[in-house]
């Protein structure tokens, strides 16, 4: 029995002296486990040594605010108050503005190029066509689409005509498109000739519209008060700019607008 209680003891204190040793030591497995990885950095791109990024990741964490990160090699949105944005600027808000797309040579003509548009009948068409969306600060609604000669026409009588016409009191702002191209005929008579709308040459006008959001139609203000008397001198300023001139005294299909185109004649300009 002494042997046998012998040999138990030293079983026992070799098994105490084996277990802590297994406790401790990782667990091996012929199918190796997922473990789970520790949280990765906020910043989106691995770098060397020499600080280059090697490896942007695709993912999008959130940063400690609780607000995204932006990925790796996103670009940064413009800087609105420094009026920096992309590219050095070229799509600042003030740029833009300022670049405005000048149009035909002139400054405070702008719009944008439109080029050769054919017509869909013989005799219409406009081989170098601008669309004007202002005219010496006064918007055009809706932008027109005449050529550049028509275009300078405009701006000539905003400026010379038009804004002296309505003076300080009624600063104009806009003025109302009722047509500008358009292939047809005149009047849109069935046989007959091309209008100088079809030919990029004319613009109609019917309203002028103020700063203060109030405006004047041509078929409600003519001859009424202080702002009739205002489209009338408007309406004989554009005699010059342009060479035909047509408003409510010419006819009824000119009530409610003023008709106004570069086609120049050999009798001179048609005012009417």
């Known amino acids: 029995m002494t042997g046998l209680v012998r040999i138990a003891v030293v079983l026992v204190c070799a098994i105490l002296t084996v277990v802590p040793v297994l406790a401790e030591a990782p667990g091996q497995s012929l199918r190796p486990q997922a473990r789970p990885q520790a949280p990765e950095p906020i910043e989106e791109a691995q770098a ?56 035909c040579g002139i400054p405070d003509l702008t719009g944008k190029v439109i080029g050769r548009v054919p017509g869909r009948i013989r005799g219409c068409g406009i081989d170098e066509a601008v669309l004007v969306e202002s005219a010496a600060g006064v918007l055009l609604s809706p932008p027109a689409m005449v050529n550049c000669p028509t275009a300078k026409a405009i701006r000539d009588w905003v400026e010379n005509g038009v804004k002296p016409a309505f003076g300080r009191r009624d600063t104009v702002v806009s003025l109302r498109v ?28 019917s309203a002028f519209n103020f700063d203060d959001g109030d405006s004047v139609t041509v078929l409600k203000g003519w001859g009424r008060g202080r702002r009739g008397r205002a489209l009338k001198s408007a309406w004989k300023a554009a005699c010059g700019p342009f060479g035909t001139v047509l408003g409510p005294r010419a006819d009824r299909y000119h009530r409610d607008h003023f008709h106004m185109d570069t086609a120049r004649y050999r009798s001179g300009t048609y005012c009417r």
């Not at 090699?73 to 009026?83: I, K, L, R, Y």
């Not at 358009?182 to 004319?202: L, V, Y």
């Open 48 to 103: 060397d040594p020499a600080g280059n990024v090697v490896r942007p990741r695709e993912r999008n964490y959130s940063n400690r605010a609780g607000e995204p990160a932006a990925s790796a090699g996103a670009v940064p949105p413009p800087d609105e108050t420094s009026n920096k944005g992309f590219l050095g600027g070229i799509f600042s808000k003030k740029n833009n503005k300022v670049a405005g797309n000048a149009i």
């Open 178 to 205: 009722a047509a500008h191209y358009s292939c047809r005929t005149r009047n849109n008579r069935p046989g007959a000739k091309i209008s100088e709308h079809g030919k990029g040459n004319a613009i109609d006008i």
